[in-house]
């Protein structure tokens, strides 16, 4: 292959793994509710951090399902790449 056409697939891999690892952490460990002064705790208070814990898990879930998508198209490039060589080996 040409260097324009090559892709460093476990490059790729690790990245994705590294990308799915943060996106899992911030699953596994989500940021606790931050106290607010006595007189502030209200159900708006709650209402707002349960927000944001939604809103970080769905970034959370965006960042895992790149690093998903980023594996597949490695392995879209490899599977690709190995059809191209058994073709070109089929021509005398």
């Known amino acids: 292959m040409t260097p324009d056409l090559e892709v460093d697939t ?3 891999r ?3 793994a590294a ?3 943060a996106g899992s952490g911030l699953h596994l460990h989500p940021l606790p509710p931050v106290p607010g002064p ?3 705790a209200t159900d708006a208070g709650t209402v707002a951090a349960a927000a944001a814990r939604r ?3 769905e970034i959370a879930e965006e960042i895992v399902a790149t ?3 980023a594996v597949v198209s490695a392995d879209d490039y490899d599977a690709a790449d190995d059809r191209a060589a058994t073709g070109l080996r089929r021509i005398r």
């Open 67 to 69: 690093g998903r998508a």
């Open 14 to 16: 690790a990245w994705a």
């Open 55 to 57: 809103a970080l898990a």
């Open 10 to 12: 476990e490059g790729v």
């Open 38 to 40: 006595h007189w502030s």
């Open 19 to 21: 990308l799915t690892a």
